[in-house]
């Protein structure tokens, strides 16, 4: 079964840019797999950031954008803020109406 | 503005069925444009699309969980069903229902969650 990779773990320093990945355990991340990223704080339901590789949600910043690097699906954050850290997750559709989460990355920003 | 949520027991023994609805206020759950998905997160964990459901009823689960899961959707009630068979301390999660757009290929509405435990 594949798996959909993310980094445990990643830091940014207050202000900076961090980029974020989601890829695949056997094969390329494409449009065509529609990857979506959601941001959740502890105790919360998670927040819809980006869907359909770059279409922001309604409401979201713009220092929140969506692309494929390589043979990954990327969130960047521009101008990190402190009430970025959180942790975030990508899912990509994997056709026959299965959707699979990432393991999440939790974003420390110090 | 659509709203969602989540509600049953949040307690259930061992080997027995967890059922969980999720209701569906201020649009319609009939609209061409939205599935109705369930997803979970265990303490500390991340988390795990479980299925979603289309008004017609047309499903689609996770092959992992698929032996064990039934959503179903009453749209009179505009309403959505969870159910879980045989459930194990494993299925203890926090529950989420969301839609999810057929424009977007995305979750973009979420309910608040319900905590559900399996414990004797």
């Known amino acids: 079964q594949t798996v959909v990779t993310q980094e445990p773990s990643f830091s940014v320093s207050p202000g900076g840019t961090v980029t974020l990945t989601c890829g695949l355990s056997s094969g390329s991340v494409s449009i065509n797999y529609y990857p979506s990223w959601y941001q959740q704080t502890p105790g919360q339901a998670p927040r819809t950031l980006i869907y359909s590789t770059n279409i922001r949600s309604s409401g979201v910043p713009d220092r929140f954008s969506g692309s494929i690097l390589g043979n990954k699906a990327a969130l960047t954050i521009t101008g990190a803020q402190a009430d970025d850290e959180s942790d975030y997750y990508c899912v990509l559709y994997m056709g026959s109406g299965i959707s699979v989460f990432g393991g999440g990355t939790k974003l420390t920003v110090l | 503005q659509v709203q969602l949520q989540e509600s049953g027991p949040g307690l259930v023994k061992p080997s027995q069925t967890l059922s969980l609805t999720c209701i569906v206020s201020g649009g319609s759950i009939s609209s061409d444009s939205y599935y109705w998905s369930w997803i979970r997160q265990p303490a500390g964990k991340g988390l795990e699309w479980i299925g979603r459901i289309y008004a017609s009823g047309s499903t689609n689960y996770n092959p992992s969980l698929k032996s064990r899961v039934t959503i179903s959707v009453d749209t009179s009630k505009k309403q959505f069903s969870l159910k879980l068979s045989s459930v194990t301390a494993a299925d203890t999660a926090v529950y989420y229902c969301?839609?999810?757009?057929?424009?977007?290929?995305?979750?973009?509405?979420w309910g608040q969650g319900t905590t559900v435990t399996v414990s004797s």
């Open positions: 969301a839609r999810y757009s057929t424009d977007n290929y995305g979750m973009d509405v």
